[in-house]
C-alpha cells in the first residue's frame, strides 16, 4: 500500500466514525447495563473483553512486525504507551471487574473486533512501514504535551474504573451511583478519561493513525457515556441533578 493509499483509507475511515457517532447517538450498543437478547448469541462478559481488546494488540504487532521499519526507540515508546493501555484493558480489567454470570451479545465483540482490525492495522502500518521517529521527537512540544495529556487521561480513566469497581462487593451485580471523585461532575469519568487519553496519543504521535484512533474513541464513548448518564436519570430519582454526562459543566 502507498502513502497516498493508506492516507486516502486513514480519511474514509474517519468520514466513517463521523457516520458511527450520530447513529450511536439513536442506537445504544447492547453491552454492560444496556445488554439485550435481541442481539444474537451471548457470551460470557469477560471472555468478550478479552477477545474484543486483546485484538487490537495482535493487530499492532502482526502489522509492526511484517513492516520494514526498524523499530526505533521514539516507535517503541509510541507502542510501549498504547499496550500499557491495552494490557489493561484486555487483561486487568475483565479480571477485575464484578459482573460475574453477566453476558454481552457475540455481535458486539465481533463489531469491536472490526473496528480494532482497522485502528490496530492503521497505527501498526504506520510505524511499520512510514514512520521512524528521531530521538528528537521526545523534545518537541508535541510529545511532551501530549504525553502529559496521555498521562492524566490514563490516570482519570483508571481511577474512575477503580471506583466503579468497588461499588460492588463480591458476588453483588447491581448498580449504585458514585459519588467520588469526577464523578461529583460527570456520570463517566471513566469515558471521559479515556477520551482525553487518545486525544493526548494523538497529539505525542501528531499523526493521522492516531487523530483517527480519537475520533474514533469519541464517537464511541460520548454517546455511550450519554446513554449511561440517561440510564442513571431514570433508574435514580434521586440522581444529582447538577451531574452532566461526560464533559463536566457541558455535556
Ligand atoms: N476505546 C473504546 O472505544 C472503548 C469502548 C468501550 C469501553 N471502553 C472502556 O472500557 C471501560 C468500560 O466501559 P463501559 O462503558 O463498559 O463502562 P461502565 O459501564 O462504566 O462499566 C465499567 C464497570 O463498572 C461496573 N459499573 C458501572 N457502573 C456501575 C454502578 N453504578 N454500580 C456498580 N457497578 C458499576 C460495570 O458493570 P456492568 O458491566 O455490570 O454494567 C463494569 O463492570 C471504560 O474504561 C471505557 O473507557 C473503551
Known amino acids: ?34 445488554t439485550k437478547t435481541t442481539w444474537g448469541p451471548l457470551i460470557d462478559n469477560k471472555l468478550g473483553w478479552f477477545v474484543m481488546e486483546f485484538f487490537v494488540l495482535a493487530v499492532l504487532f502482526f502489522f509492526l512486525y511484517k513492516g520494514t521499519n526498524t523499530i526505533s526507540l521514539v516507535n517503541g515508546i509510541i507502542v510501549g504507551f498504547f499496550a ?17 454470570g453477566k453476558k454481552m451479545p457475540l455481535t458486539i465483540t465481533l463489531m469491536a473486533m472490526c473496528f ?8 501498526g502500518y504506520y510505524l511499520g512501514e512510514f514512520v521512524v521517529y528521531p530521538v528528537e521527537w521526545l523534545l518537541t512540544p508535541q510529545f511532551i504535551i501530549g504525553t502529559l495529556i496521555f498521562a492524566v ?60 484512533f480519537f475520533v474514533w474513541t469519541f464517537a464511541n464513548l460520548v454517546p ?3 446513554s449511561h448518564h440517561k440510564w442513571y436519570q431514570e433508574k435514580f430519582p434521586d440522581y444529582p441533578k447538577e451531574r452532566k454526562a461526560v464533559f463536566p459543566f457541558i455535556w
Open 1 to 34: 500500500m502507498t502513502f497516498e493509499q493508506y492516507t486516502l483509507f486513514a480519511w474514509g475511515w474517519i468520514a466513517v466514525a463521523v457516520i458511527v457517532f450520530i447513529a450511536l447517538l439513536f442506537i445504544t450498543a447492547p453491552y454492560g447495563r444496556h
Open 224 to 226: 455511550r457515556a450519554v
Open 84 to 100: 500499557l493501555h491495552y494490557v489493561n484493558r484486555s487483561i486487568i480489567f475483565p479480571l477485575r471487574i464484578q459482573t460475574n
Open 116 to 123: 480494532n482490525l482497522v485502528n490496530g492495522f492503521l497505527i
Open 153 to 212: 487521561g490514563m490516570f482519570i480513566n483508571w481511577q474512575s474504573d477503580n471506583t466503579l469497581i468497588h461499588l460492588r462487593k463480591p458476588g453483588e451485580t447491581g448498580y449504585k451511583i458514585p459519588q467520588k471523585g469526577l464523578f461529583r461532575y460527570v456520570s463517566c469519568p471513566n469515558l471521559l478519561g479515556e477520551v482525553v487519553e487518545w486525544a493526548g496519543f494523538a497529539i505525542l504521535t501528531w499523526s493521522l493513525p492516531g487523530l483517527a
